[in-house]
């Protein structure tokens, strides 16, 4: 099995910045799709990013300009770097990963980490 490992996540003032981490336990890391996903309080799990084995990343329309995300498959970790960040980018943050294909949907992930908390206060 896939492990994921969410940690990095924190009380931020708006404006402020924080970078996202999830460690991976398990074979052939490099094979994966990864994506980060966030779910505020009351609110529908929204995708965020993704990025493919050949590092080319994508990102939803919300984050643009303000995250990026980044993978080392050498230390079988993914990150997400997050600047300018705004109240309504309080949420869950969760890291997901799923072989064979590149998506925005989170029925497609198969393994997924408990997550990290981000606060924003304005």
């Known amino acids: 099995q896939l492990q994921l490992v969410e940690s990095g996540g924190g009380l931020v003032q708006a404006g402020g910045s924080l970078r996202l981490s999830c460690a991976a336990s398990?074979?052939?890391?490099?094979?994966?799709?990864m994506a980060w996903f966030r779910r505020a309080p009351g609110k529908e799990r929204e995708f965020v990013a993704t990025?493919?084995?050949?590092?080319?990343?994508y990102y939803a329309d919300s984050v643009k300009g303000r995250f990026a995300i980044s993978r080392d498959n050498a230390k079988n970790a993914l990150y997400l770097q997050i600047t300018n960040l705004k109240p309504e980018d309080t949420a869950v943050y969760h890291c997901?990963?799923?072989?064979?294909?590149?998506?925005?949907?989170?029925?497609?992930?198969?393994?997924w980490g408990q997550g990290t908390q981000v606060t924003v206060s304005s």
């Open positions: 990025i493919g084995a050949d590092y080319s990343p």
């Open positions: 997901a990963a799923v072989l064979g294909l590149i998506t925005t949907s989170p029925r497609q992930y198969t393994y």
């Open positions: 398990g074979p052939f890391f490099g094979a994966y799709y």
